[in-house]
């Protein structure tokens, strides 16, 4: 991917940044879910492709992203109608389609296509619903992480605070992990993502 979408635009950088914290955040939550050791990494994977289409767009129109990206949208929701109004295509459909070019397995397809949706996952089945929510709740995390910062230096208890009201969603069954343990773990979540982020240089400005 790296090779494909050579990070060396800011904008570039911070989708780039964004991936790898919802990848290590995801693989994470699967794990405080007792998955097992394989769900755990394809959790990271979906985690690092679920924006593949931001990807896409930004090759494609970079102007029109960052239009996008700098209206006044406060939840995913708002987002692709921003998306659609501005680009006549959401993130989750361009992604969709280039996973299915890239005949990309149909668990990957399916977690692009339906990580914002609120409530129409119910119909898949059981352990794909549950990939796509633990990826739903690595998004929201890095979301918050990055778009308003309010968890890094927090103790614990606030974390869980912010999680429990900033990064559920309300059409889940369970939650893909107990906001008190992904508490516990996003230190490590964040210590890790930065590793990597500081590996691939994304963390140069320019």
Not at 33 to 45: F, I, L, N, P, W
Not at 130 to 159: F, H, K
């Amino acid at each position: 991917m790296t090779r494909v979408f050579i990070p060396t635009k800011q904008k570039h950088r911070e989708l780039w940044t964004h991936s790898l914290q919802v990848a290590t955040a995801a693989r994470r939550i699967a794990q405080l879910g007792h998955a097992s050791r394989k769900e755990q990494e394809t959790a990271y994977v979906a985690g690092l492709l679920h924006d593949l289409g931001r990807f896409i767009m930004l090759e494609q129109d970079a102007q029109k992203l960052l239009e996008i990206d700098e209206s006044c949208w406060s939840n995913p929701d708002e987002m692709l109608r921003q998306e659609l109004a501005v680009a006549g295509i959401d993130h989750t459909e361009t992604g969709r389609v280039l996973c299915q070019a890239w005949k990309l397995p149909v668990t990957l397809v399916s977690v692009v296509r339906h990580h914002h949706d609120d409530g129409s996952t119910k119909a898949l089945d059981a352990s794909l619903r549950s990939l796509i929510e633990t990826v739903q709740m690595a998004d929201r995390l890095s979301v918050v992480l990055m778009r308003q910062n309010r968890l890094r230096g927090l103790e614990p208890g606030m974390i869980e605070q912010r999680i429990e009201t900033l990064c559920r969603m309300k059409h889940w069954t369970k939650d893909p992990a107990h906001a008190g343990r992904l508490a516990e773990a996003v230190p490590e979540i964040v210590e890790e993502s930065d590793r990597m982020i500081q590996d691939l240089m994304l963390g140069a400005t320019g």
